[in-house]
């Protein structure tokens, strides 16, 4: 894959900008982050442009909170000028790195994601005799960071964009030079990446005939079972050497038994949420009926916070299983 230059440029141009301003903004608008920087903001946008050209940033803050959805996980979340910067930079690099990806990736793209990886998932599992589920412990927090930054000096040659893409990448540490911030946008892409190098690894030298990846979550399928353990193997040594990160004990399965994936447990012959997920689903709708029964929230607010859990339940294809989720409601 050539090398792309004279990226910086496209970044800094003013229109590009207002976008990413646009994009940062979207459901933040009544924040005083937000306010404050809207109120001068061609100000902030030719202070930001100045930087960009120069190959530099504004110092990055995070604010750390905990969430516990469905595991306990810290999410970084960056001041309001950091998320502008970042849309700015991916507006402009999404199509490169959206070029390295390979069919089988489904995380963090447009006209992918959870339902297009479940939908493909339960198509293979009619179709082969045996799964194989593979997934990486603790991922975000092992990506390395030298490592990282080859891979992107493979996709740019554009000095200036470089140097910011490593002093977000070095901004934050669970350990020396490992780890990236769940919450920030360039993080997707990063983690996205990273495992694509697997991805071409998976289908270009061990010519699996199935396979899926939702981040982390890695699915493959074939009728022979000696051959998917071979495969699982050779998936080990692979990431551990060239890329620095451990897999989990992998799970090989018939497809005629259930595998978790998603949220979901799949087979070849029927689909329903897990445990976990009825669990956490029910709870999730019990504190928004709490929330707007005391007036902290709305009906509009409601129905936009309901409609995604209902979506969710209606990929199962067992209406016994979700009409007892509502009825437990």
Known sequence: MKRRG???????????????????KRGKSAKQEVVRYTQDLQAHLL???????????????????????????????TVFHQRVLQHALMNVCHADFERYQTNDSYASRLGRGTYAALEKAIANQKRYRYC??????????????DVLKTLLLRLYKDVRLIKIFEQIIDSYSVCEGKGLPIGN???????????AVADHYVREQLHV????RYMDDMLLWDNDKQTLKQIGKAMQQFIKVELGLQLK???????????????????????????RSIARYEQKVRDLYWQYNQNMLTQEDMNSHLLPLVGF????????????VMVRL
């Open 6 to 24: 004279y990226v910086i440029e496209e970044v800094c141009e003013m229109d590009n900008l207002r976008l990413a301003y646009w994009k940062a």
């Open 47 to 77: 202070e930001l442009r100045e930087l960009l050209s120069q190959g530099k940033m504004p110092p990055i803050d995070y604010h750390y909170f905990t969430v516990f959805d469905p595991k306990k996980r810290q999410i970084c979340a």
């Open 132 to 145: 194989l589920k593979l997934d990486v412990r603790k991922y975000f927090d092992s990506i390395r960071h």
């Open 185 to 195: 946008l360039t993080s997707q892409y990063f983690a996205n990446h990273y495992l």
């Open 209 to 212: 005939k199935a396979y899926v």
């Open 249 to 275: 004990v992998f799970s090989l399965t018939s497809t005629e038994q259930m595998c978790t994936f998603l949220g979901y447990r799949i087979s070849r012959t029927r689909q329903c949420l897990s445990p």
């Open 313 to 324: 339940t209606m990929h199962v294809a067992s209406g016994f299983q979700r009409a007892n």
